[in-house]
């Protein structure tokens, strides 16, 4: 069973930054599709970045790009969200995600778009942009 836990968040002015992390245990290996999934109040938890597991592959939500980077430390089993240029649109808890592709059968290579493609996910973490 994997756990992962989410830090990093607070209180930031908007144009500031702040950097997530996301640590993993009890997965095994490194072998997992992990993303950055938010959700602001009275709206659907929506997906923000993802990679697959090898990071090769990365999606980007139109929203925050060129503004967010998703990366990950294998040898700590950690990833990071990179949140620049902040704005009031950007508060919301933020949470982490993973899947083993090999157990949901999918393509390696794929990063799964959705919240029900994931299977493991953190207990979020507050980001909230002052205007």
């Known amino acids: 069973q994997v756990q992962l836990v989410e830090s990093g968040g607070g209180l930031v002015q908007a144009g500031g930054s702040l950097r997530l992390s996301c640590t993993a245990s009890?997965?095994?290996?490194?072998?997992?599709?992990m993303g950055w999934f938010r959700q602001a109040p009275g709206k659907e938890r929506e997906l923000v970045t993802a990679?697959?597991?090898?990071?090769?592959?990365?999606y980007v939500a139109t929203s925050v790009a060129g503004r967010f980077t998703i990366s990950r430390e294998y040898a700590k089993n950690t990833m990071y969200l990179q949140m620049n240029s902040l704005t009031p649109e950007d508060t919301a808890v933020y949470y982490c995600?993973?899947?083993?592709?090999?157990?949901?059968?999918?393509?390696?290579?794929?990063?799964?778009?959705?919240?029900?493609?994931?299977?493991?996910w953190g207990q979020g973490t507050q980001v909230t942009v002052s205007s």
């Open positions: 995600a993973a899947v083993d592709p090999r157990v949901r059968g999918y393509d390696s290579e794929w990063t799964p778009r959705h919240r029900d493609m994931y299977d493991y």
């Open positions: 009890g997965g095994g290996d490194s072998h997992y599709c």
């Open positions: 990679t697959n597991w090898s990071g090769k592959n990365r």
